[in-house]
C-alpha cells in the first residue's frame, strides 16, 4: 500500500480544473455485435461457448458500444501490422480531441501547456502516443511528457499520481492527464471464457483532465495504491503468437471488491472520514458483477454506483477511459461546493487505486 495524503485539504493546491471524453463515431448496439459473432466465429466455437456467447451479449448491462474502426469486418483476420497501424491513428486523434475539449472548457490554448501524461494499456508504440500528441497539438516540444503503459483499467489514478507529482511548488503550470484505449485493437476470438466476455465488454474512446495549481474545480485530496502480484495471472493481458489477448478469470469480482475495500479504507481512515461523507463515487465499470462485488465490499448503496452502471450500459468498458465518464456524469448532474467525491480504479497486477476529490 502507498498512500499520499494533503493534510490541509480544504485548501489543497492541486485540482482536476476540466474533464473531456470522447469516442470513435462508429458504434454498434449489442445485438449487432452478436449477430457479427454469430456470422463470421461460430465456428471457432464449442456449441457450449456459442450458448454463453448468446447469453452474455444478450445481458442488459451492456447495451451499445463505439469503436475505432468505420466497418467490424476490418477486424476479420486483421494483419497486426493494419492493427498496430490503427490502434496508433485512433488513440491520437481521440486524445487530441478530448485536449481540445478539456482545454477549452477552461479558457485555455496549447500553448499553457507545461507536461503531459498519457496512459494506455491497449498498444504499445515508441515513442509514446504522448510526442505524437506534441506534435499533433503543436505542443511546446521542451514540456515534460509521460507514457503509461502496465496498469490496465487501473491506469487513470496513476496518472493523476504523476500529474499531482509534476505540479508541486510551480503555481504557473498547467499539465494534461490523458487516458487513450483502443480495445478493438487487441480484439481475439478462441474458444476461452475470458475472451468471450471481453468481446462482449470492451469499447473504445479517450478522456483528458486539465490539473493545475488554481482554486478552481475538484481539489485533489488524497491518493492510495494497493498491489496484489499474487492474482496476477486472474487479469492480466498475455501474448500469445505475437499478439495480445486478454485474460479474465470467474474469481475477478471478489478480489477486486476486496482489494478496492481496502484502498477506499486507506484513504478515508487518515483523515477521519467515513463512508457516509463521500456524497459521490466514480468507480471503474468492470462490469456488472465486478460492480456488484465493489458495492456490497464497501458498503454502497445501489444509488451510489448508479453511473458507474450507466456508463457501462451506454458505452461497455473502455479500460482506464470508463472511470472518467463516470467522473464527468458526475459533474454533469451537479456536485455542490464542499462536496467529497471517490474516484475508484482497478486492473491489471491485481491493482486497485484511488483518489479523494473535493470540490471547492
Not at 44 to 72: G, W, Y
Not at 245 to 269: C, E, F, M, W
Not at 289 to 306: C, F, P, Y
Request: with cysteine.
Amino acid at each position: 500500500m502507498n498512500i499520499h495524503v494533503d493534510k490541509n485539504s480544504e485548501r489543497a493546491k492541486t485540482h482536476i480544473a476540466s474533464v473531456a471524453v470522447v469516442t470513435p463515431s462508429y458504434s454498434i448496439d449489442q445485438v449487432e455485435a452478436k449477430q457479427f459473432m454469430i456470422k463470421h466465429y461460430a465456428k471457432k466455437l464449442t456449441p457450449r461457448s456459442l450458448k454463453i456467447m448468446q447469453k452474455i451479449f444478450d445481458h442488459p448491462s451492456v447495451l451499445r458500444r463505439h469503436f475505432a474502426f468505420e466497418n467490424p469486418e476490418c477486424l476479420i483476420d486483421e494483419h497486426p501490422d493494419s492493427r498496430i497501424e490503427r490502434f496508433t491513428r485512433w488513440a491520437v486523434d481521440l486524445s487530441a480531441q478530448a485536449v481540445d475539449n478539456a482545454l477549452a472548457q477552461v479558457g485555455l490554448t496549447n500553448d499553457a501547456v507545461s507536461g503531459l501524461v498519457v496512459n494506455t494499456c491497449t498498444g504499445y508504440i515508441c515513442p509514446g502516443i504522448s510526442t505524437y500528441l506534441i506534435e499533433k497539438l503543436g505542443l511546446r516540444r521542451d514540456i515534460p511528457a509521460y507514457d503509461l503503459v502496465g496498469s490496465g483499467c487501473g491506469g487513470a489514478v496513476p496518472n493523476l499520481q504523476i500529474c499531482e507529482k509534476m505540479l508541486r511548488g510551480d503555481e504557473r503550470s498547467v499539465i494534461l492527464s490523458v487516458s487513450a484505449e483502443i480495445c478493438s485493437s487487441t480484439f481475439q476470438v478462441a474458444d476461452d471464457l475470458g475472451l468471450i466476455i471481453s468481446n462482449a465488454l470492451f469499447a473504445d474512446g479517450a478522456a483528458a483532465a486539465v490539473v493545475w495549481n488554481l482554486p478552481e474545480g475538484l481539489s485533489m485530496v488524497a491518493s492510495a495504491g494497493r498491489h496484489a502480484p499474487e492474482y496476477r495471472d486472474e487479469i492480466r493481458y498475455i501474448h500469445k503468437n505475437g499478439q495480445l489477448y486478454n485474460q479474465l478469470s470467474t474469481r475477478l469480482p471478489g478480489l477486486v471488491g476486496k482489494t478496492v475495500a481496502h484502498v477506499v479504507k486507506d484513504i478515508l481512515k487518515p483523515r477521519g472520514l467515513e463512508l457516509g461523507d463521500i456524497k459521490h463515487w466514480a468507480i471503474h465499470p468492470g462490469g456488472e458483477k465486478v460492480i456488484n462485488a465493489v458495492r456490497d465490499e464497501i458498503g454502497l448503496s445501489e444509488t451510489q454506483v448508479r453511473l458507474s452502471r450507466e456508463v457501462l450500459a451506454e458505452y461497455g468498458n473502455i479500460s482506464s477511459v470508463t472511470v472518467w465518464f463516470v467522473l464527468r456524469k458526475i459533474l454533469d448532474a451537479g456536485i455542490a461546493p464542499g462536496d467529497w467525491c471517490m474516484m475508484v480504479t482497478f486492473g491489471a497486477g491485481l491493482s486497485a487505486y484511488a483518489f479523494l476529490l473535493r470540490t471547492v
